[in-house]
């Protein structure tokens, strides 16, 4: 049975993939993590992102839930500390495991300057953001959501300029805006409550609490942050895929986010200009 050091390893690669590790052996869908005790019972049914992620873990894609997918979707979640590890193939976990897989070298693009300074890095299309310092990686990519339709956050290069730990917004009803670093006018990065996979924001970088309360130890005021890209559209228009599909594509997930419901797949021209900078 593979330790979880080598399952990470598996789940690090798009080529080989957790579900791999568990898929070579009939057996392993009844051990548990340590190959001595009965793995407990997977029953989740089939989600929303049970294609993409059978395509991610090497399993047969049929877009319906078997206990080796459910056992694999689960471990995945165990690793990248999802709550409930239920093994439902949803958007929340498929997102992750996109972001899982950059941790490394999330730069790899090279889109953010590299500056012997620190820089936070603001990637809109993937919606995810780190912090660099030269080559150095500081803050590991985490996911974000950015400015929706009509309140985009600005792109270019911003300084943090104020940071407060404890902030509630003066224009959306008092809205809690936990470890907030201001970079441009109201745009801030801050911590969020809501579901972060959903709808955008009104301008600011939102991220999970616990990742918002990192980066407000890390970033000082003066410090620089690069903002490009653009938050894919909510929603299907004019025959393009919605904004989860999009981020997809701007992983480099190409055929692997594709909804084998869709109506009408996009152009190579509409696919372009929806990720165009």
Known sequence: MPSRLSFATGLAC????????????????????????PEKPCTSGSGAYQWQLEKK????????Q?????????????LLGIKPADGKADLRTYRLVL????????????????????????????????VQTGR??????????????????????????????????????NAPMPHSQFFNGGQAFHGTYSDLFKSGSHGCVNMYAADAKRLFKLLKVGDRVYVWGTKPGTGKRHGVYSDDVLIAQGFGSFGIAEDP?????????????ALDE
């Open 261 to 273: 419901t869709a109506e009408q797949a996009p152009t190579p021209r509409e696919l372009a200009a």
């Open 136 to 173: 150095k990686l500081v803050f590991a990519p985490v996911p974000i959501r950015s400015g929706k339709d009509g309140y985009e956050t600005r792109r270019g290069w911003h300084k943090i300029y104020l940071k407060r730990a404890r902030h509630f917004s003066t224009i959306y009803n």
């Open 57 to 64: 873990f090497g399993l047969p894609q049929d877009g319906v």
């Open 14 to 37: 798009s080529a080989a993939l957790a579900g791999q590790l568990l898929a070579s052996s009939p057996a392993l869908a009844q051990e548990g993590p340590s190959g001595t005790a």
């Open 99 to 130: 972001v899982y897989e950059v941790r490394k070298n999330p730069n790899a693009q090279g889109k953010c300057p590299v500056r012997k300074y620190r820089v936070t890095c603001v990637d809109l299309n993937r919606q995810i953001m780190w």
């Open 66 to 78: 078997s206990t080796r997918d459910c056992i694999v979707i689960r471990r995945a979640q165990q």
